[in-house]
């Protein structure tokens, strides 16, 4: 039987004659305590108490690849909202709010946002500043535009040439700063 219950330093949570102290404790005069806090585990198949914390918050930091959904569209920065890091599924703890500068959105020069991002577009972007407020950079091939639909009808738009979407419905193309697998990205 395991049981489970959270603990503070200091706490006793078991005695040497039934458990040795493993993470998270420290046996002391015959007693287990536990040494951080966090939740207690008798593991009665291997004896021993252990003290575990719960998954610490999922905060961003610098180099982490982030996706996002781009919101507000300005003269020198977009802005988007973080969905999730690349390679987790848990939620994110902190600021999720983030900026694009004109200046960190293509390889090439732009000077016009529109350009290049649409507000809606789902990205794949890293993370290269994180105070005062989080900022993301999506130069590299990889990093762009990876689904995105069309402002007028919905539509999903598809792929046409280097940095061009296209709407089937509207018969229309209009520009983007796509990662090198726009389309083929499972979201
Ligand atoms: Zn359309």
Redesign the pocket.
């Given at each position: 039987m395991t049981s489970k219950k959270e603990v503070f330093p200091g706490d006793e949570v078991a005695v040497e004659e039934e458990y040795l102290a493993s993470d998270g404790t420290f046996a002391s005069n015959g007693i287990i305590y536990a040494s951080q806090i966090g939740v207690l585990d008798l593991d009665d198949a291997e004896c021993v108490a252990r003290v575990t914390t719960p998954n610490p918050p999922n905060i961003l930091k610098e180099g982490d690849t982030v996706y996002a959904i781009v919101g507000d569209i300005r003269n020198t920065m977009a802005t988007a909202d973080v969905v999730v890091k690349e390679g987790t599924e848990r939620g994110l703890g902190g600021e999720t709010y983030a900026t694009i500068h004109v200046s960190k959105i293509s390889p090439g020069y732009t000077d016009d946002v529109a350009k290049e991002l649409r507000k809606g577009d789902y990205i794949r972007a890293r993370v290269i500043g994180i105070k005062p407020s989080l900022q993301l950079t999506t130069k590299d091939e990889h990093l762009g535009v990876i689904r995105s639909l069309?402002g007028?009808?919905k539509?999903e738009l598809v792929r046409k040439g280097k940095g061009q979407l296209y709407?089937p419905?509207?018969e229309?193309t209009m520009p983007r700063k796509l990662a090198d697998d726009y389309g083929n990205v499972e979201i």
């Open positions: 069309c007028k009808c539509t709407c419905e509207c229309r």
